[in-house]
């Protein structure tokens, strides 16, 4: 029997890479969609649940789904204060991975940072380990946690600063090799395969797939 998709942050880098894929995967007969904004797309499959996220548990009857996708995040910059972005990277993620939970989804996978740790004395990466450490704690049978490194893509907004940290990479990118691979950036379009591809898999428990892992889930 085919299933349901859930996924919030579709106009994201990667959350936009990855709709189409769960729209063409024969293994999802329905994908549901959460944002803030509707999306300039029709699909049969596509259920679009348009809500401000800070009223998530108003609409959670419609959040039902199988697979729940989780591409959610800003940036602090982009956010405007540490409280707007924790509000992002931490309640709504959480939250959301809580609703579905309650409402018997079966596996989460959900977008999070190389670094991350919740004892981390950068903010950024502190909050993506303190999200990694609260979705561990939600029933689900699976759990996949993506640590990518430097996402590259079109963004709707462009960062001035990962265009530079991309620029220097790329030129290091020949002496990232060992355990520097994770280092080199990787684009949206290898982590949302990697996260469809990872959603078929069996078994259960928590998997933290890392930034150099992802081509080869991809």
């Known amino acids: 029997m085919r299933k349901t998709a ?12 990855l709709l189409p894929l769960l729209l063409a995967s024969e293994r999802y007969s329905k994908v549901i969609v959460v944002g803030r ?6 699909h049969p499959k596509l259920t679009q649940v348009v809500t401000d996220l800070d009223k998530l548990q108003d609409v959670r009857l419609q959040l039902i789904a199988d697979d729940v996708f989780c591409c959610l995040g800003t940036t602090l910059k982009q956010a405007g204060s540490k ?27 959900v977008v999070s940072s190389m670094g991350a740790a919740a004892d ?10 303190e999200m990694e450490a609260a979705v561990r704690q939600v029933p689900f049978r699976a759990i996949h946690i993506f640590r990518p490194s430097l996402l590259l ?8 600063g990962e265009r530079v940290g991309a620029v220097l990479l790329g030129l290091l ?5 060992g355990p520097l691979l994770k280092y080199r950036p990787v684009s949206a379009a290898v982590v949302a ?21 992802l081509t080869h889930k991809a």
């Open 6 to 17: 859930l996924l919030a942050g579709a106009t994201g880098l990667i959350g936009s890479q």
């Open 37 to 42: 904004r509707a999306l300039a797309l029709t």
């Open 83 to 109: 409280e707007a972005f924790y509000k992002v990277d931490f309640l709504y993620v959480v939250t959301l991975a809580a609703l579905a939970a309650g409402n018997f989804a079966s596996q989460l996978l």
């Open 120 to 129: 981390s004395r950068v903010y950024y990466s502190r909050v993506k380990g």
């Open 153 to 160: 893509g079109e963004r709707a907004r462009p960062r001035l």
């Open 173 to 177: 990118q020949p002496l990232l090799r």
């Open 193 to 213: 395969a990697a996260m469809l591809r990872a959603a078929g898999e069996e078994g259960g428990g928590v998997r933290v797939h890392l930034s150099d892992e």
